[in-house]
């Protein structure tokens, strides 16, 4: 478990190298990772391959480094030492990333630059794996284990096709996967719209998605002049909670108007239709392109 939670840290680290003339601190739960690595709880693989996606991805920028000749068979105890002291707050951010740094010089952590040509490739080795994990988990005998396993799997897969198939938004905690909405017209001129989002979280504490009912919603379609209301959504009691790492969808459809403050979708092709984001922790208005 502490495994996942680990990758998880690492690849929520965003920015915070990158943006090291700010005062911000650094959430104490992404250091568990290094906390982790240097009690020997997690391996010195999955630790060093955290850290490497970082770098690849540009989520953290580390300072210009030469490259030794000579590669390190194994990362020093020093380096390790580094990584518990920065976990407990003994050492500043700087001091770590001399550990980096390090590991960089000697051949510990790859900084190639990212193939794009290689991405469909990657994608596909990752959702072969988790189809192979999947098929695992269909030959689970226990009926309860085996559903277990499947609706984690199938929820993983889910969220490689959203991130294969998306636009990000980043908006404020959060980051929006939107793979396009769903318009339908009806023979009698009726207009059905479907928005289908990933939400990933992105910061340090657990999000809330509020949306309890049509007139009290952080979620509704805009097309300058008149706000739309949604006439059913997937939220659960009104309410999604994403702890830090974590991702998950949801559905919000317009169509007729169901009352309790909701709205009839109307399609006018001349408009400009945005669906808009009003959370306390961030908003946005991300375009429909509905024509």
């Known amino acids: 478990m502490k495994s996942k939670v680990a990758v998880i840290a690492a690849m929520m ?7 090291q003339a700010s005062a911000e601190q650094i959430p104490s739960w992404v250091k568990n990772n290094a906390g982790w690595w240097s009690d020997g709880t997690i391996s ?15 989520i953290i920028v580390i300072p210009p480094t030469n490259i030794s000749e000579e590669k390190a068979q194994k990362v020093p105890e020093w ?13 500043d951010d700087n001091s770590f990333v001399q550990g980096i740094q390090f590991m960089i010089k000697n051949g510990l952590i ?12 990657s994608d596909d080795s990752e959702l072969s794996s988790l189809q192979d994990e999947l098929q695992k ?15 984690e799997v199938k929820h993983r897969i889910q969220i490689l096709d959203y991130k294969r198939n998306s636009e990000i938004y980043n908006v404020g905690s959060a980051k929006f996967y939107f793979p396009g909405p769903e318009l339908e017209i009806s023979e009698s001129g009726a207009a ?4 289908d989002m990933l939400v990933e979280n992105i910061s340090d504490k657990n999000l809330e998605l509020m949306c309890s009912g049509p007139a009290v919603c ?4 805009w097309n300058g002049q008149k706000a739309y209301k949604y006439s059913s959504t997937d939220f659960t009691s009104g309410l999604i909670v994403i702890k830090p790492g974590e991702s998950k969808t949801f559905s919000i459809f317009f169509g007729p108007n169901i009352g309790y403050g909701g709205t009839e979708f109307e399609y006018d092709p001349s408009k400009d239709y945005v669906f808009r984001i009003t959370e306390p922790w961030g908003s946005a208005s991300i375009p429909l392109n509905l024509d």
């Open 192 to 195: 059905y719209l479907t928005i």
């Open 79 to 91: 380096v390790k030492n580094n990584a518990g002291w920065w976990a407990k707050g003994d050492i």
């Open 44 to 58: 010195e693989s999955e630790f060093l391959q955290g850290i490497q996606f970082l770098i690849k991805e540009g």
């Open 137 to 151: 988990c269909q030959e689970i005998k226990k009926a309860y284990d085996r559903l277990n396993c499947e609706k």
């Open 218 to 221: 952080n979620y509704d379609v």
């Open 110 to 121: 790859s900084i190639s630059t990212k193939d794009e040509s290689k991405s469909d490739v």
């Open 13 to 19: 680290l965003i920015g915070t190298f990158a943006q």
